[in-house]
């Protein structure tokens, strides 16, 4: 089965700050990646970062990190300096090399951005 | 170079009807694939179009469908809508070459 768990539905922190929003997955692919998207108010899912399953290299993308754990199938999103504008619901979802298009979302993490 | 186009935004069906959305998927992109969004079920993958076949159905019944044209363009139509079915629809395309999937803005469906 692949799923995608997000154990955390919502988060607050204080502008400035680092938040650390969790998610797990399980899958019996050798050949997939990860991705947290940030869906705004707006409603429009933008990707916040994405990683390779073969990287050990943790993806990073300005003040979005992540820590890759691949044996523990965790894979958890980091955001240092905290903006009000990274208010969002944050998905985490496993997607896979080669034809297909189709993600596996997580239930996701409302995030609130506190001045 | 413009980004995922999904209309109409909102839409407004009375159970029964039939609707159809559509989808413009990035230029050059090929693959198109499909997402229902509902509070109570999240997101969840409806189907895929690559270069106008079919490659992924989800777990949706036999009323969800969908086609894509040879300009990449997509559609998904829901016939005998039922109360449940409202929700966001949300489309994706990808170049077929990458792994990132680029999301629209999302079409709003409200059945009554």
């Known amino acids: 089965a692949q799923t995608v768990t997000q154990s955390q539905p919502e988060m607050s922190v204080q502008e400035a700050e680092t938040v650390t929003l969790s998610c797990t997955y399980d899958t019996s692919e050798s050949n997939y990646y990860l991705f947290w998207y940030k869906q705004p108010p707006s409603r429009q899912m933008i990707l916040v970062i994405r990683q390779e399953a073969y990287k050990q290299q943790n993806a990073t993308e300005n003040r979005f990190s992540v820590n890759f754990q691949k044996a523990a199938k965790s894979f958890s999103l980091k955001i240092s300096d905290s903006q009000l504008g990274d208010t969002a619901m944050y998905f985490c979802a496993l997607g896979y090399g080669g034809a297909t298009n189709k993600l596996i979302f997580g239930t996701g993490t409302l995030l609130a951005v506190q001045p | 170079k413009a980004g995922v186009t999904q209309t109409p935004r909102y839409l407004i069906k009375t159970r029964g009807q039939q609707v159809t959305l559509s989808c413009s998927p990035i230029?050059?992109?090929?693959?198109v694939s499909w997402y229902q969004q509902t509070p109570g079920q999240g997101l969840q993958f409806l189907f895929e179009y690559f270069s106008e076949t079919q490659r992924n159905k989800g777990n949706f019944p036999g009323r969800f469908s969908g086609r894509q044209f040879s300009n990449s363009r997509s559609e998904m139509n829901v016939s005998t809508l039922e109360l449940g079915d409202s929700a966001l629809y949300l489309c994706?395309?990808?170049?077929?070459?990458?792994?990132?999937?680029?999301f629209g803005q999302g079409t709003r469906l409200t059945v009554v």
């Open positions: 994706a395309s990808r170049d077929g070459y990458h792994t990132e999937a680029f």
């Open positions: 230029s050059g992109h090929r693959s």
